[in-house]
């Protein structure tokens, strides 16, 4: 199986809510903020099996960064307990989800196993990767340092003291109004001298 670096991309990644070996529910969105690895797997796929102990590492080393590391389950429910035991002697710490109905593995076009996909902390996908070979490691570790190193830095926002009239100051409004509304309600509240609130987060 060779891997496959598909082009970077950064799109919405889908919800989904899943069971876990211990049947607690994990959903997604509650990893906003974190930088969340997602791997579908079978127990089937030597590649799969091959890809876990670098799983298990890259939680061990970045875990405690921001790294979230979820194994996402495609077999059936007759082949889950074999995929537990897989699991179990594979010594993964990390959360194994059981996708019975393969809602989430349609949800993301999963294609070659295993399927390893890299979401930002805004929640969109931003790297994905078919198969699992040596070269994986590097690759992933690379991109994982990137994302989170944008946990780190902050939104560069800017404001400036223009004061705009007539025609001018609707249009200024209308950006305005689409900037601070992409500017999560987590960030610190300012308030200008005159009134006018703006967000921004800051070091």
């Not at 889950?80 to 035991?85: F, G, M, N, T, V």
């Not at 399927?115 to 902390?121: C, G, H, N, R």
Request: charge should be positive; charged fraction near 25%; glycine fraction near 8%.
């Amino acid at each position: 199986m060779v891997i496959t670096a598909l082009p970077a991309r950064t799109e919405p990644a889908p919800e989904f809510t899943l069971p876990d070996a211990s049947g607690q529910a994990f959903a997604l969105s509650r990893q906003k903020g974190k930088i969340v690895l997602l791997s579908f797997w079978a127990g089937y796929c030597k590649p799969c099996l091959a890809e876990m102990p670098m799983l298990e590492n890259l939680r061990k080393t970045y875990g405690d960064s921001g790294l979230m590391v979820a194994g996402i389950c495609i077999d059936t429910k007759r082949s889950q307990a074999k995929a537990r035991e897989i699991a179990v002697k594979q010594r993964v710490s990390y959360p194994i989800l059981y996708d019975l109905g393969q809602k989430a593995m349609m949800l993301y076009k999963v294609g070659p196993l295993p399927s390893t996909f890299l979401i930002d902390k805004r929640g969109n996908i931003r790297y994905h990767f078919e198969g699992f070979t040596e070269k994986t490691k590097a690759e992933l570790a690379q991109k994982i340092k990137l994302l989170l190193a944008e946990l780190k830095a902050p939104p560069v926002v800017y404001f400036t003291g223009i004061e705009c009239k007539g025609k001018a100051a609707g249009l200024k409004g209308q950006a305005d109004s689409v900037a601070l509304a992409s500017i999560p309600e987590k960030y610190k509240k300012l308030t200008f001298d005159n009134g006018s609130p703006a967000e921004a987060d800051y070091a």
